[in-house]
Nanobody, 123 residues
């Protein structure tokens, strides 16, 4: 069982930065691949980034590649999403999630989800 709590969202101007954190409970965090997803109003939830439990391999959605960086600290049971050069279209509720797959971009493959944190980017 893994419980996830996101933090770090807020209101930022276009071009600014935010760092999201996702704190996990449970002793198996280091064996879970962690992903970030987002859902904008009126839109489906979409994949943002993922970091594997083994070797820390990463993969990003094309829309955030080069602007966002996912990382994890297994000693702190925390995964991060550093978001730079934010755009108004990045506005969404951001969710972290955990899966036993090595790399997964489909939300159906994730077993545990946080409550989400709101990110709003003003133009």
């Amino acid at each position: 069982q893994v419980q996830l709590v996101e933090s770090g969202g807020g209101l930022v101007q276009a071009g600014g930065s935010l760092r999201l954190s996702c704190a996990a409970s449970g002793r198996t965090f280091s064996r879970h691949t962690m992903g970030w997803f987002r859902q904008a109003p009126g839109k489906e939830r979409e994949f943002v980034a993922v970091i594997s439990w083994s070797r820390g391999s990463t993969y990003y959605a094309d829309s955030v590649k080069g602007r966002f960086t996912i990382s994890r600290d297994n000693a702190k049971n925390t995964v991060y999403l550093q978001m730079n050069s934010l755009k108004p279209e990045d506005t969404a509720v951001y969710y972290c999630a955990a899966t036993m797959f090595w790399i997964a971009t489909m939300d159906a493959r994730y077993d545990y989800w946080g409550q989400g944190t709101q990110v709003t980017v003003s133009s």
